[in-house]
Every structure is written in C-alpha cells, then in structure tokens.
C-alpha cells in the first residue's frame, strides 16, 4: 500500500493528478519532538533509540519547513543523475536532501525493506506509481505532482519512480527519510513479474 500524506517520470507520462489520498497508517507513537526547522529535526533523529514509525516520519516531514540557510550548503547537482547528500544517518534512519536537474529521475524502484518520506523543497516532483498483477506483471498506477510543501511516502513494499520533469524548466529538491537507513534498491520494468536487477546506493549513486 502507497501512502500518500496531502499537502522520474518519463515525458510521455500524461500530466500527473494532483488530487492527494490518504491510506491508513500505524498510530505514531507518544512524546515526540515536533520539529520546525531541519536542525531541530536532525535533533529528533539523533534521540531516536529505536526504529521510527512511518506516521511518526510523516508527522516529522509535516512540521518540518528547512530554512534556506540550512539547506544552501546540501545544495549541489549533478549531470549524470539526482544527487545525494546526507543530513543525518544512524542505525534506526537516515535523512537526505536530493537535488535533482530537469529530466532525472529514478529507476522505477522499492526500498527493499525500508519505508520513507519525501518532503518537496523548491521545484517539482513527479510521482509514478506501479502495482503489481499475477497475469500482467508490474502495471501502470498513476501519476501525482508535488510542489513545494507537499508529502508523499511508501510504505513496504511499494513500487514507484520519482523524478524532476524535463518540461518544469527548474531545478527540484527534495528532503527524504528513510527507516531503516537505504542501502539498495530493487529496479523493475513494467511487464515484469519480479524485479531486474538490484542497485546498491553506495556504488551506484553515492551520497556526498
């Protein structure tokens, strides 16, 4: 089940619905900090003495408006693919800044056992989402745009893609938690019945 909290994809992709859901998710837990700036969040994290629950995140992400300041010196882009930089990581979560150029996006991906929040900061993000069926394989979902301030999140063992649409003419970035921290990322092709192939983030897109 995606969860999508209110607030790549390819260019042959229709214009992406912007009309947020909301699925049920777990309870979060008592007595956690809320979070106003991405200081006091990376705070938050480092308290955690056990893994977050994904409510919890979503809650975090909400209350959460990272200052330009904060974020200027996790600013920086790259030409081959969306950039990674790291905030925060323990054993329990990892929090990243993404920095995408228009035109990169994800592989069409889960998280391999974690669950995460995204949180858009400046641009505009593209959300695909795929479902699975016994005769058809992996199939197309739908389409969802995220601008400044909105939410999204996936639960396990969501598939989808993300990305900064060629057509937005402006750079995108994005602030993600992960529980427990990413390491690796099962790639799919629509068609498929199981995943291609298995991409390891510390060698693949590494985090700066």
Request: aromatic share 8%; hydrophobic share 40%.
């Amino acid at each position: 089940m995606l969860i999508q909290f209110p607030g790549g994809v390819p260019a042959h992709m229709p214009y992406a619905d912007t009309q947020p859901t909301t699925h049920a998710a777990a309870a979060p837990a008592q007595n956690f900090t809320q979070a106003t700036t991405l200081g006091a969040l990376v705070a938050t994290l480092a308290a955690l003495r056990r893994p977050p629950a994904l409510q919890e995140m979503n809650e975090w992400m909400h209350t959460t408006a990272p200052q330009a300041k904060e974020l200027r010196p996790l600013v920086g882009f790259k030409e081959g693919t969306y950039a990674r930089h790291r905030v925060f990581t323990s054993e329990h979560v990892e929090l990243l800044v993404l920095c995408w150029l228009p035109g990169q996006r994800t592989p069409i991906h889960d998280h391999d056992g974690s669950y995460g929040v995204v949180r858009v900061c400046e641009g505009v993000m593209w959300e695909t989402l795929f479902a699975t069926d016994e005769a058809r394989g992996l199939t197309y979902q739908s389409a969802r745009e995220w601008t400044p301030g909105l939410i999204t999140g996936a639960d396990v063992p969501d598939i989808h893609q993300l990305g900064n649409p060629e057509v937005s003419g402006q750079n995108l970035i994005t602030l993600h938690m992960y529980a427990p921290p990413l390491k690796s990322l099962n790639v799919y092709q629509v068609g498929h019945k199981e995943s291609v192939s298995t991409v390891w983030m510390s060698s693949w897109n590494p985090t700066i």
